[in-house]
Nanobody, 124 residues
Framework: QVQLVESGGGLVQPGGSLRLSCAAS????????IGWFRQAPGKEREGVSC????????YYADSVKGRFTISRDNAKNTVDLQMNSLKPEDTAVYYC?????????????????WGQGTQVTVSS
């Protein structure tokens, strides 16, 4: 059974850091491009970052550029999102998603598999 599971969310103060991890079962993540999305209450799901299957392409939304870093750990079969200098507006449920093409997409329709999400709350 193909499954994605996110972990690492939680409550953090503004300016703090969190590291999200996307783990897979039933397939290896290095065969897929992986995207991270987030959805805040009342808002549409938006693409935050992506890493292509070959890791040759990475994408960051302007709102997180310079603060978030996406990376693969093929030995652990995970894709991580390091989030630094967090702001209250980063508060959302964060999802990872997998697509078979060797490219990034910011559209939710561009992905084949989704995790259940992990809550990130940035608040003092």
């Amino acid at each position: 059974q193909v499954q994605l599971v996110e972990s690492g969310g939680g409550l953090v103060q503004p300016g703090g850091s969190l590291r999200l991890s996307c783990a897979a079962s039933g397939f290896t993540l290095d065969s897929y491009s992986i995207g991270w999305f987030r959805q805040a209450p009342g808002k549409e799901r938006e693409g935050v970052s992506c890493i292509s299957r070959s890791s040759g392409i990475t994408y960051y939304a302007d709102s997180v550029k310079g603060r978030f870093t996406i990376s693969r750990d093929n030995a652990k079969n995970t894709v991580d999102l390091q989030m630094n200098s967090l702001k209250p507006e980063d508060t959302a449920v964060y999802y990872c998603a997998a697509r078979k093409y060797n490219s990034c997409s910011t559209s939710v329709r561009g992905y084949d598999y989704w995790g259940q999400g992990t809550q990130v709350t940035v608040s003092s």
